[in-house]
């Protein structure tokens, strides 16, 4: 069966550090990949939709990027963290081939910029 | 861009009863599903319905799709203390792979 894991769970992070959140997905191959961010008690923001290794499309302009180095792999990034980039950071996955857009998502990492 | 609209933005109900949940969307689509989310943890999907399907039932769950109203329900029938979530639509997009989320609905079922 598949998997998608995130880490870390939790991150407290200065403004102005660097910030690094990897996604992994087991059990399935070449895998849509997503990163979301979602304020508290709001909806879902996309971020960033990958198709396929180093095939990224950004969805808003913003302080953040994101890279696929492998095939099962998201890593979510900032050079500079900003007081606006706090919230939880939401990465799923869905079948490359089909009919369907069901996604699958990891258990997210709530960012907390100080 | 198309998007669900959740209503009610929260809903309170005593264990046993059903709850119903709708969404509303802007431009045509090919599917909607809808979503659940226990707080601080990631969204579990529960059930998709096709625009050519009108009712789709999946446990206790009943979900309908009106394409001429652009709408669409979730009933959850004898609701648990566990159905506390909130609950998100989300809609296909210009037939790509990406689904646009609605802000949801916050479910609390009192015991």
């Known amino acids: 069966s598949q998997t998608i894991h995130q880490w870390p769970a939790t991150l407290v992070q200065p403004v102005g550090s660097p910030l690094s959140l990897e996604c992994t997905v087991e059990g399935t191959s070449n895998p849509n990949l997503y990163w979301y961010r979602q304020a508290a008690g709001r909806g879902l923001q996309l971020l960033f939709y990958s198709i396929g290794i180093d095939q990224i499309s950004s969805e808003v302009p913003q302080n953040l990027s994101a890279s696929r180095p492998q095939d099962r792999q998201f890593i979510l990034s900032s050079k500079k963290l900003l007081l606006s980039d706090s919230g939880f950071y939401l990465c799923?996955?869905?079948?490359?081939?089909?009919?369907?857009?069901?996604?699958?998502f990891g258990p997210g990492t709530r960012l907390t910029v100080t | 861009s198309q998007q669900g609209e959740e209503d009610p933005q929260a809903l309170s109900i005593q264990e046993g009863e059903n709850a119903t949940m709708n969404c509303s969307y802007k431009?045509?689509?090919?599917?909607l599903q809808w979503y659940r989310q226990n707080s601080g943890r990631g969204l579990v999907h529960l059930i998709l319905i096709r625009s050519n399907e009108r009712e789709k039932h999946s446990g206790r769950l009943r979900v309908t799709l009106d394409t001429s109203k652009k709408s669409s329900s979730l009933l959850i029938t004898a609701s648990r203390a566990a159905d506390t979530a909130s609950y998100f639509c989300a809609t296909d997009r210009d037939r790509d792979d990406k689904i646009i989320f609605g802000k949801g609905t916050r479910l609390h079922i009192l015991p």
């Open positions: 799923a996955w869905s079948p490359r081939w089909g009919s369907s857009y069901e996604q699958y």
């Open positions: 431009t045509s689509i090919n599917n």
